[in-house]
């Protein structure tokens, strides 16, 4: 263990702080959750790149700043944005999974092409993994694509694609090799949501927002080129991405931030003449949630320094977005708790606070324990792979229960 | 002994139950909740025809004369169809305190019409468990002023039933010069609450006695929301079972993978014991005020926590389809969150529990 920072961190700190304070006002406000970020919000990210606070350690030749890794930097950048209250880069589909996909399995060519538009904010990409048929079990996909002329040419159904109605271009996992078994037959194409054949109808969710899409695909012809990896490597590719999805989901700042805005709240609320903190059951709640929440900051930094020594990761990493996605909701819902009846405004309603976004996020953090493979494939994965405990047996068959059945025995157990 | 609903108290809920599955399914909620929350006219009158808005009123006046057990009964059906329909304001609350706190006068000119399902009463009485935004009421010379927050099925309200500073409760009608009223919007698009806004209202105060009656009406409050949230975590984990045994992956329907079992499962054994809880405490409320106070709290606060975890959790059996809007299962989840924060959080709740059993140090 050394964690002296140093002199030349001292100096970077230093460097970092001067930058906020001459340029924080440039920074995007309530940009959270916006798909397509705005033009002060891609400025603002140019000014970022070009600083090394965002894309600090991707290569300059496809747009970012070129730095060599180094934890302790990142570390303090996360530290000083997040004391000043200022938005860091941007996160999105593209930015956060597409981009390290493409830098560890795409080809020079794709590189140079996609990667400097994405991290510009320029370009917005969306995932096309989940089907009806295919969420948790993502290998039984069916959208396919035949090769013709020098093109795929898909068709099929994806669903719950976020963001698609904005974005500009897609990852999206099609089968294209009908011989070979489940998991050997995906390809992973990247392709314009502006290509023809294309229809994209938004979902409404229960925060009343539509986060996500229905995705349709009739004769969309794509040239064999734009691929990730080879024919039929498509899950390899895919999992490549899904990690770092699940990092992303994980990110411990975001963490840090929101347990932030929490004891802010805490501070503001009051109960007649008392503060929310005040009282010690929900000031207790509150830092058991900040003990947590520093145990994967922490843990975010063993993961990343055992990466630089090339150690995978192991139990470490494997169990982020699970303990991750469920503090981020528990954040939301003491939250919640701490606003008693305040809680539960919503709607744009007087007296809302933080324009609803407690209850959205306690929501939406939900979706989230959900998206992205479920907690329980997550528990699966942790034991399987992590734990080295066997694998379920694969069953017969068992038959889909009626209905009213179901219904029917309930019913008559509850008088 | 016997504990449990009685012949007629089954009758009554199976009733209920065929009107509300006949009158407000979830096509129907999901109008009514729609653009414009409105509540649903056409269940309210189906309702209606069972003697349901009469049913806490006495049969001098009209009504059935029942008990909070009854009205739990029917409570948790609103909630297991989630019904947008005012029943807790002026069918329960406001008739019981009219009957017991209520002049000759009152009981005469507002009980008999409660019966027939003319008036709405919006009951205000959220500061007696906890001052927020620093609202409060209070009573000068026959007038009323201050605010009061979250009054209860507020929309449409004919008149309101406010509890002031020193738990005493007045009749307010909508058309009262010197009261303004702002709506509120919740997660909860079946239910309505709004702020009242009082500058020296002229006020008809019920009888003087000491707060007794706001206790009560809280106590009422609690148990009912109580009984709302046992029907609509019931009706998340039917939803919940059902889709485990419809939906296939890997090949599979996803309710033989143990995992998804035992959330099953789990919700149940929670939730179970949640049902004799609220019997008891509607129970205790008519039959035996000494305790009637520390059970309904804790039915408020138990059901509060526990259908937060059953909401939650069958949620996530449904995966990324419980997220969305297609099965509407956000409504009973939104149902829960309201029923759990309105009249006090669990700890809000649980810290007046312990209060009244004197287990904190006085102050
Ligand atoms: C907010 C949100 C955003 C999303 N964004 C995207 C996106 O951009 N792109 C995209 O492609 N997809 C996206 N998804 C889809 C997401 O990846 C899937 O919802 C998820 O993988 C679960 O699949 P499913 O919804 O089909 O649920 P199912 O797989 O049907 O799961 C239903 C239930 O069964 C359980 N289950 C299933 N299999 C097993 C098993 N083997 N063992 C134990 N339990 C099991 C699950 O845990 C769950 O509780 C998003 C989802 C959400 C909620």
Known sequence: MDLEYGAEYDAFREEVRQFLEAHGHRAPAGQDRAARPSADAVKWQALLIEHGYTARTIPSEYGGYG????????????????????????????????????????????????????????????????????????????????????????????????????????????????????????????????TPGIEVRPLKTMTGHAEFNETFFTEVRVPVDQIVGERGQGWFVANATLGHERSMLGDPDALENRLQALVNLMREERVGKDRAIDSPVLRDRLAALQAEVAAMKYNGMRILSNSLRGDPGGMAKLIVKLQSCELAHQISALAIDAMGEIGILYHGSPRERARGAWQRNYMFQLGLIIGGGTAQIQRNIIAERGLGMPREPRLPKPAAVERSAVADGRKQETA | MHFGLSEDQRMLRDSVARSLSDNCPLDHVRECAEGEPVFSDKTMSALGELGLPGMMVPEEHGGLGMSLLDAAVVAEQLGYAAAPVPFLATNVLAALALTHAGSREQQADWLPRIARGEPRISVAIAETVEARDGAVVAAHGGGLSGTSLFALDFRGADAFLVADGAGRLHLVPTDAAGLETVALTTIDRTRSVGEVHLQGVAAEPLMADGGVAAARLRCAGRIILAADSLG????????????????????????????????????????????????????????????????????????????RFVARTSTEVHGGMGFTDLLGLHYWFKRIGFDRQVLGGPEAVRAEAATLQGWTRAA
């Open chain 1, 67 to 194: 730095a060599e890794p180094d934890i302790l930097k990142s570390r303090i950048i996360a530290e000083e944005f997040s004391r000043a209250g200022i938005p860091g880069g941007l996160a999105n589909q593209g930015i956060s999974m597409l981009v390290p996909t493409l830098l560890e399995l795409g080809t020079e060519e794709q590189k140079r092409r996609w990667i400097e538009p994405t991290l510009k904010g320029e370009i917005v990409w969306c995932q096309g993994y989940s089907e009806p048929g295919a969420g948790s079990d993502l290998a039984a996909l069916k959208t396919s694509a035949r090769v013709e002329g020098g093109e795929f040419v898909i068709n099929g159904q994806k669903i719950w694609t976020s963001t698609a109605k904005q974005a500009d271009m897609i990852f999206c996992l099609v089968r294209t090799e009908h011989e070979a078994p489940k998991h050997g037959g995906i390809s992973y194409l990247i392709f314009s949501m502006d």
């Open chain 2, 232 to 307: 609509a975590g019931e009706a998340m984990i039917e939803k919940a079972i059902d889709y485990a045994g419809q939906r296939e992956q890997f090949g599979r329907v996803i309710g033989s993978f143990q995992a998804v079992k035992h959330m099953c499962a789990e919700m149940a054994a929670r939730h179970e014991p949640c049902r004799a809880l609220v019997w008891y405490a509607a129970h205790a409320f008519d039959a035996a005020p000494d305790e009637a106070r520390l059970a309904a709290c804790h039915a408020k606060s138990h059901t509060g926590e526990v259908h």
